[in-house]
């Protein structure tokens, strides 16, 4: 069966610089979910989309932004990177009306 | 704001021990649980799942909750550990169909 595909599975940075993170969900799934996991640390919700609007916001900080187009698929868009976004990034995806979410294998950013 | 708690941060046990690990929650309304397991390096799987219904509920490779409403507790337990769960074990609530919140992980460690 089909999952949820993130790319990229790996990412380096430098200080400062930008990033744009993709998750493509399960074909059907209209909502998409983007959580941080910092080393050591459980997940932590950062926003969430449904029918390509903005569902729900957590933790997001000002400097990241995200989208979900036409197709379904959401973009993590993240600026002036700090050492401390180093962490994995889950996307998930789900079918409104269904509780359970389907996550992705996630992309580690490391920020130097 | 609704929280997990997890008190075992770290679990070792013997091969074929019995496990429980205890899961609390904080949120007073209807909320749906989980168990995920991360294995080293790997994304989030869903090992079982709480919406309604039998308060016991079974998942896969013989894990199995039991949900108390009373005690606002969801604790994973399993009769006979092997080396191979050897992984993360996170809980996590939702309210709703909203995003996941989860506890701090209890990272179990099985010896052969």
């Known amino acids: 069966a089909a999952g949820v595909i993130q790319s990229p599975r790996h990412l380096i940075k430098e200080k400062r610089e930008t990033a744009t993170l993709k998750c493509y969900p399960i074909p059907r799934h209209d909502t998409v979910y983007w959580y941080q996991q910092g080393p050591g640390q459980d997940p932590q919700f950062l926003i969430s989309f449904y029918e390509k609007m903005q569902s729900d916001k957590g933790s997001i900080p000002d400097r990241f932004s995200a989208q979900q187009f036409s197709d379904y698929h959401s973009e993590l868009n993240m600026s002036s990177l700090e050492l401390g976004d180093s962490a994995l990034y889950f996307c998930?995806?789900?079918?409104?009306?269904?509780?359970?979410?389907?996550f992705g294998p996630g992309t580690r950013l490391t920020v130097l | 704001a609704q929280s997990v708690s997890q008190h075992n941060h770290h679990v070792i046990l013997s091969e074929a021990a019995s496990l429980e690990l205890g899961c609390n929650y904080s949120?007073?309304?209807?909320?749906?649980l989980f168990w995920y397991v991360q294995y080293p390096g790997q994304h989030l799987q869903l090992l079982l799942k709480y919406f309604s219904g039998d308060p016991l509920v079974k998942g896969i490779k013989g894990f199995e909750a039991e949900f108390i409403k009373s005690k606002f507790s969801f604790n994973l337990r399993k009769p006979s550990v092997q080396w191979s769960d050897t992984a993360e074990y996170f809980c996590?609530?939702?309210?709703?169909?909203?995003?996941?919140?989860f506890g701090s992980g209890t990272r179990l460690q099985v010896q052969p």
């Open positions: 998930a995806s789900t079918i409104s009306g269904v509780n359970e979410q389907f």
């Open positions: 949120y007073g309304g209807t909320v749906n």
């Open positions: 996590a609530s939702q309210p709703g169909r909203r995003a996941l919140t």
